[in-house]
Every structure is written in C-alpha cells, then in structure tokens.
Nanobody, 124 residues
Framework: VQLQASGGGLVQPGDSLRLSCAAS????????VGWFRQAPGKEREFVAA???????VYPDSVKGRFTISTDNTKNTVHLQMNNLSPDDTAVYYC???????????????????WGQGTQVTVSS
C-alpha cells in the first residue's frame, strides 16, 4: 500500500486548506484512515480518523474545524481544515490500518501504512 499526501501550503490565520491522501494497492473503503500531524520538537498528534463504516473521530483541538471525508471512486481521503491558526502548523500525515479499533484510533502505533507528509504553515 502506498499513500501520497498533498495539499499543504502556507496560509494565513483564519484561512482554510484541504489536504488529500491518495492510496494505491488497497481501498480506503475497507480500512480505517487517519490523519496525524507533527510539529517540530513535538510528538505525532492525532487529528482525525474515519472508520470504514463512515464514522469519524476528532480530538477536541480540531473538532468543529476539521472534517475528514473519503472519495471511494478515487480512493482518496480528504481533510478539510477551516479557521486555521498558527497552532495548526505541522507536517500532516495520512495513515491507514485494517485492524485499528476505536480505543486505538488516536495512537499512531496502530497504523500500518503512512504517507510521506505534507507541510502546513499558518502564519501572518
């Protein structure tokens, strides 16, 4: 399975950005897909996940601002990010797993395949 993340960039506070993660070798419809981010000097942080039953999970830090969705026809996962702040600056990674369960969804150790990351910088 290969994941290719894209869509990062430099935006101003309050702006929106949509990240995409394209998969080859396995369909997202059968897996749980997650987004994580990592800022310099910090641990990798859970951002969003979408289970194969289409249930979504978000941490409080992004709830109401970020939305994860899938386009099964294109085998692509999107992360719509609204009202961005400088605290959202990080490298964003997509990941997928066929075995992760609800209690494990925020732990990067339970994801088997990772994309290369895309940089998001929020700055005025």
């Amino acid at each position: 399975v290969q994941l290719q993340a894209s869509g990062g960039g430099l935006v101003q506070p309050g702006d929106s950005l949509r990240l995409s993660c394209a998969a080859s070798g396995r369909t997202f419809s059968r897996n749980t897909v997650g987004w994580f981010r990592q800022a310099p000097g910090k641990e990798r942080e859970f951002v969003a996940a979408r289970f194969r039953n289409s249930n979504n999970v978000y941490p409080d830090s992004v709830k109401g601002r970020f939305t994860i969705s899938t386009d099964n026809t294109k085998n692509t996962v999107h992360l719509q990010m609204n009202n961005l702040s400088p605290d959202d600056t990080a490298v964003y990674y997509c990941a997928t797993s066929s075995t992760v369960i609800f209690s494990e969804v925020s732990n990067p150790q339970f994801y088997h395949y990772w994309g290369q990351g895309t940089q998001v910088t929020v700055s005025s």
